[in-house]
């Protein structure tokens, strides 16, 4: 079974810095693109980021410069470093992994149970 | 950026109805469509992917059509598990995008 687990929300103030990682087990290490997504208090979802096997990424233009994606294969591990914050950037964060390699398309089959991020003064 | 608009954004129906929810995206995007189903304080859950394709262990009540701009989530009879925020999510190219949500509500 898949499992996604988020640590490192908590309660920052703007401008800060925040580190959020997510454990991932029972998926094949390195094999899943990863993402992160996030949903602001009482709204939709807004996709941030991805990172590929092999490293490559991607990243939504809100978060362009300030976040950075990147994963350590050997631990299973997904990071977002999250630099510069804003009061706009609160939300509940979620991991989500895609498919199996080779297949890259874009959708999630797997998701954490969310962090939540709090930036406020 | 891809802009994808959902309709409606609330759905009142009943046990048994039949539901049909809209995605268009403001561009093509091919069959690079993804429904999920939210319920609250949870994790989404995928539904449907390709525009299409059934996810293994969802109920085939669920259904998903479309291609190019205009796509349909379809659940053939309503059960009371399905009560829930539905979102489609284009991937056809970045910055990937999800629509606004459509809340399915109790009649």
């Known amino acids: 079974e898949v499992q996604l687990v988020e640590t490192g929300g908590g309660l920052i103030h703007p401008g800060g810095s925040l580190r959020l990682s997510c454990s991932a087990s029972g998926i094949a290490d390195g094999s899943h693109y990863m993402s992160w997504v996030r949903q602001a208090p009482g709204k939709g979802l807004e996709w941030v980021s991805v990172?590929?096997?092999?490293?490559?990424?991607q990243y939504a233009d809100s978060v362009k410069g300030r976040f950075a994606i990147s994963r350590d294969d050997s631990n299973n591990i997904v990071y977002l470093q999250m630099n510069s914050l804003r009061v706009d950037d609160t939300a509940v964060y979620y991991c989500?992994?895609?498919?199996?390699?080779?297949?890259?398309?874009?959708?999630?089959?797997?998701w954490g149970q969310g962090t939540l991020v709090t930036v406020s003064s | 950026d891809i802009q994808m608009t959902q309709s409606p954004s609330t759905l009142s129906a009943s046990v048994g109805d039949r539901v049909t929810i809209t995605c268009r995206a403001s561009q093509g995007i091919r069959t690079y469509l993804a429904w999920y189903q939210q319920k609250p304080g949870k994790a989404p859950q995928l539904l449907i992917y390709s525009a299409s394709t059934l996810q293994s262990g969802v109920p085939s009540r669920f259904s998903g059509s479309g291609s190019g701009t205009d796509f349909t989530l379809t659940i053939s009879s309503l059960q009371p598990d399905d009560f829930a925020t539905f979102y489609c999510?284009?991937?056809?190219?970045?910055?990937?995008?999800f629509g606004q949500g459509t809340k399915v509500e109790i009649k």
């Open positions: 999510q284009q991937y056809n190219s970045f910055s990937w995008t």
């Open positions: 989500a992994g895609g498919p199996l390699y080779p297949d890259s398309s874009g959708y999630y089959p797997y």
């Open positions: 990172i590929y096997k092999g490293g490559h990424t």
